[in-house]
């Protein structure tokens, strides 16, 4: 159904059209001081215990590739400290791959659920507009009940009379 709907064109128009978002920039560039943040803390603290940081570089590279969740192993901390970093590195990087998910599901599908929320109201107002025609109509053939009732208890009594 949203297929049908939406076309590959429009799909990648509001695909690229995400990258120029305040949200995805914005989660970019926090994303993005967090890992070089990191890096800077992790080369601190393994730089002197840790033979295979021979530089900085090697302690960026440690935070993208744990924070992206590659972990190619080929650079693993020593000390706790840097153990402890790798481990708020994965949880930014969960953190970050999950909402950079939801800001692309939102960018292709975001359009199309809105739609869909406006057709529900639509129809709930719709409907309850019909709850409000059948009490009207129900009060209105109740009244026509009663003066049944009460045409019938006239003639029950005429015809008792005679």
Sequence with gaps: ???????????????????????????TIIGNTFIVFLSIVFYMAEAHENYLITDWLDALWFSF??????????????????KVIGIFSMLIGTG??????????????????RMMD?????????VEGLKE?????????LEVIETLKDQIESLEKKINRK
Excluded: C, H, W
């Design 65 to 82: 590739a744990t924070v992206t969740t590659v972990g190619y192993g080929d650079i693993v901390p020593m000390t706790t400290a840097g």
């Design 96 to 113: 970050l791959f999950a909402t950079y998910t939801a800001l692309f599901a939102n960018a292709l599908l975001g359009r199309e659920f």
């Design 1 to 27: 159904m949203i297929k049908q709907r939406l076309g590959l064109g429009q799909s990648l128009k509001r695909f690229f059209l995400l990258f120029k978002s305040p949200q995805f920039l914005g989660l």
């Design 118 to 126: 406006r057709k529900m109201r639509v129809i709930k107002k719709n």
């Design 133 to 141: 025609d059948i009490s009207e109509e129900e009060e209105e053939l």
